[in-house]
């Protein structure tokens, strides 16, 4: 299914909340059971997986160390939704999750480097060059221009103060994204 150069994969690298689930106030996650997917997710993730992408989920769960929700439920949101996911034919390669409190200065928070240091750790094949960003947040494309990523930015904001994202109002504008093998560079 992976397309390969050499020995490379390309990636797209998807926030979650917000992004591919519907995200709520902080404080109403506690009441949430199910996943709530976003209008066009499935179809945006089949289209990139069927372009060759890996599909990798980074996403901040600051919710779990400030006690908004607890580890079970984050995990138990996160299986359902692989489950619905996979029911769509959508492959996940993997999901990584920063835990920590907004407070605690980790490493691993976007809009810092972590989780894509611990994806190309764990996946050395990766090509940053070939792999782009989407998420609904700036420091999601904070995150894409310090990797040097494209960024595919879920906003209604009409001006982008990143070099190298592209603002879309809404994910399913991914698929001609990658349809067309379109990627925003830096020029
Ligand atoms: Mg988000
Ligand atoms: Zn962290």
Known sequence: MLEKVGDTIKVAFFDRDGTIIKDYPDHDWSEVDQPEFIEGAFDTLKEVQARGYAIIIVTNQYLINEG???????????????????????????IFYCPHRRDEGCRCMKPNLGMIEQAIEKYPDIDLNRSF?????????????????????????????????????????????????????KS
């Open 133 to 185: 960003m989407v998420g609904d947040s700036a420091c999601d494309m904070e995150l894409a221009e310090r990797t040097g990523m494209a960024g595919y930015w879920i906003t209604e904001e009409h001006t982008c103060k990143f070099n190298n994202v592209k603002t879309v109002k809404s994910i399913i504008e991914i698929t001609d994204i990658v349809k067309g093998e379109f990627v925003w560079r």
């Open 68 to 94: 908004f929700i607890s580890f079970e439920r984050y995990q138990s949101l996160s299986d359902q939704m692989l489950k619905r996911l996979a029911e769509n034919g959508i492959e996940v390669k993997d």
